[in-house]
């Protein structure tokens, strides 16, 4: 079955320091694979997205993503984290027709 | 251009009552989906529709729940006689197309509690 897990569900970063969260997917074929943050109480907005082409994948607000098929990882990472990106992060892949299949999100504290 | 909308963006309902979530996509956009968030969850899909058609519903839980997206007006998904188990927050998304690699623009969501 396709999916997505994410293994962390807690990360704590300080400020400035880097970051890096985990995606692996399943499922064998290139995927369309997606990051997404959730601030409390808010949507998703889009990071970045990976269809083809370069595995490492600028996205807004710093953030960065590399895809790498033989370790089928899709992973997060940001240079030096700033307190405003403390959220839920979410990886997800889509599927060739219509479903987004999401991780279990990943939680992160940025403390002074 | 005005992005997803979603209300209400808080609903309360007892247990039994019909809750109605809506959903207005994004200009352009002719395909929705709904998501449903558990506490501590990601988001499980539950259906994706286009204009008077249901595509997929297979996230869908047999009873109770429905969903529409009119040819005219918002999609709704609506809850028939919620339970405690119905309480979490519904995303809707939108996209210009359905298949292929064109990711989906998220709505505020609508929280539900069921009291």
């Known amino acids: 079955a396709q999916s997505v897990t994410q293994p962390d569900i807690h990360i704590t970063v300080s400020e400035g320091a880097s970051l890096e969260l985990r995606c692996n997917y399943s499922y064998g074929a290139t995927p369309y694979l997606f990051w997404y943050v959730q601030s409390p109480g808010q949507g998703l907005q889009l990071l970045l997205k990976y269809f083809s082409g370069d595995t490492l994948v600028q996205g807004i607000k710093g953030f960065e993503a590399e895809f790498k098929r033989s370790q089928s990882s899709f992973n997060l990472r940001k240079p030096s984290v700033h307190w405003s990106d403390a959220a839920e992060y979410f990886c997800?892949?889509?599927?060739?027709?219509?479903?987004?299949?999401f991780g279990t999100g990943t939680s992160l504290t940025v403390i002074p | 251009n005005a992005g997803v909308m979603q209300n209400p963006r808080h609903l309360v309902r007892r247990r039994g009552q019909e809750a109605r979530l809506r959903c207005s996509p994004m200009?352009?956009?002719?395909?929705v989906y709904w998501y449903r968030q558990l506490p501590e969850e990601g988001l499980k899909f539950m259906v994706y529709l286009q204009k008077e058609n249901i595509i997929d519903e297979s996230g869908m839980p047999k009873e109770r729940f429905s969903a529409e997206f009119p040819k005219e007006g918002p999609s709704i998904l609506r809850i028939q006689q919620v339970v405690r188990g119905d309480s979490a927050a519904y995303f809707c998304a939108s996209s210009p197309l359905g298949t292929g690699a064109y990711e989906q623009y998220f709505g505020p969501g609508t929280r539900l509690t069921v009291t």
């Open positions: 997800a892949r889509k599927s060739t027709g219509n479903q987004f299949y």
């Open positions: 200009k352009g956009h002719s395909h």
